[in-house]
């Protein structure tokens, strides 16, 4: 193996959404999950060397390593053959311009396409210009490109080089239309973003962004990294984020996309713009409860008759898209136990083992 592929392997862990992805520093591959699917993936930069001057990242401010597009194919080749890899992730750092960033990340995506039909994720480099992105499009399932943070004034304070709006959110947009018309042709792409948590910004204004990116991008997944400092950065002092918030926010991130839960009723359990270090679906649970209950004047209420319309099964903490189909077909708690389903947390909402409608 090249000698610095170890390296550039390696630098791929930053880029992890915590989420579903882990690196296995042994066997030197990354587990990740597609349409529903675990698969090994070949996740790699085609170089750490970067001209970028992110204030959180390494590549930018120490020397990298780069290797060619042709090694790179033949290494997955090699790793695919015997079994290793099932899938590749090819990213890299800014080590030239843009567009020539870009047409290497493409001729590494070429070459491994004679070889492989398999799942192929290309990263699109902030700036480029939009033949490149049609043509990652063509030849990846998936593509994407990191948001890193909220806003412009959030990116000016980390890179005085990156443009949000200029060289991500519009080339963002370029992405949508291009996996737009090749849906419409019959094929099966998605796009997808990062950002890092930690660098200041709120809950609130991730929420919002994460509202607009599915509502007017249309992307597939919405992946948030942890802010972790690292050596030789200008925000090696900095206090790395928090795991507890991390699985926060992915929580959010599901009652929004899986659940349709509005913004402005995860915005109502946010408290100056955070939310609580519970998990939120609770929060907002019992914040509904809790209202009906005040709204009765201190009169004794029954939960189970008067409470019941404004929770939804799905709006139960504990209580997934299986169960909550099974609550609405008219099955008892006791049933969907009998079933093999915790209950454990639903049960704390319902009185006795009642129906959905009686909670
Ligand atoms: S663009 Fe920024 S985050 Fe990406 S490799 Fe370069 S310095 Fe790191």
Known sequence: ??????????????????????????????????????????????????????????????????????????????????????????????????????????????????????????????????????????????VSINLETTSESRMSEISGVKLFKEDILRKQRMIAKCVDMKRKEGYRRSHTTQIIAGLGETDGEILDLMNKEYEEFGIARFYISRFQPLKFTPFEKRRAESQRRIINLYRMDALLRMYDYPISLLKEVMVDGFLPPTDPKMAIAEKIIKEFKDGQDGREIDLANDCGFQLLPEMIPGCGKKISQMLREGKSLAEIKRMGYSIKRISAYSKGQKRIYEF
């Open 1 to 142: 193996m090249y000698p610095g592929m170890a390296e550039l392997i390696r630098a791929g862990r930053f880029d992890i959404c915590y989420s579903r992805c882990t690196f296995d520093p042994r066997r030197m591959i990354y587990r990740s999950g597609y349409n529903g699917r675990r698969i090994n993936l070949f996740k790699v930069l085609l170089s750490s060397d970067c001209k970028f001057d992110c204030s959180y990242c390494q590549n930018a401010w120490r020397k990298g390593e780069t290797i060619s597009p042709e090694e790179l194919a033949e290494i997955f080749r090699s790793m695919k053959e015997k079994g290793m890899v099932s899938g590749a992730f090819i990213s890299s750092a800014v080590n030239a311009d843009p567009d020539r960033v870009m047409e290497r990340i493409l001729e590494a995506g070429r070459l491994i396409r004679r070889f492989h039909t398999g799942y192929l994720h290309l990263k699109i480099i902030p700036g480029c210009s939009k033949d490149y992105i049609k043509e990652a499009v063509e030849i990846a399932n998936r």
